[in-house]
């Protein structure tokens, strides 16, 4: 019995409490906090990253959901994300799916790469993106449509363009297609399967 209250404690206290962990950016010192959130229908972990300045102040810099489900068990949308240091870059992985009826949910992919310069500010310094806003033929008026079906007159191009230019804006990244597309994608799953085991 006392096994068992530690143990409820224990994981409790893991829900409850943030994990916060100090990193270090090309010799820049960085607080990460991951916090569990339970929101209305929507479940998960989000990271946020904090500089840790001369004076000890932190001054927030970006966030990252780690783990997100949103829905019931008959309409989820998911989304996963990690994230990569490799000197003075910060990699920002994320992937989005949808399982059941959740037809209005996004399927897509995205990597956002960062440069951290000697008094740690961020740039951007490239972010791709491949996004289905909502599931094939679920919107007949989207010009998401011609993702799957090349336009073949003006019109259908124009949807096509006021889409990519949507979802551009939305994410602040580069839309991309086909192969390029497929690649994003598998690059995002091969980064979160590896995160898995970190």
Known sequence: MKI??????TTFSLLAFP???HISIDRQDFIMVKEAYDIYDSKGLVMKLYHEENNRDLHFVLSLTL???TGDCGKKALSKGSYKIQGNTLSLYHFWRREGKAYDAPYGAMIEVYEVDKYGQFSKISSKIYMESTRKNYDPDSGMKYLFKAPSNTKEKALLAEYIKEIEKKYQATFVYADEAKSLILEVQTALKKSMWN
């Open 4 to 9: 068992f209250f530690t143990t409820l404690f």
């Open 67 to 69: 783990d997100d489900l």
């Open 19 to 21: 994990s916060i962990e």
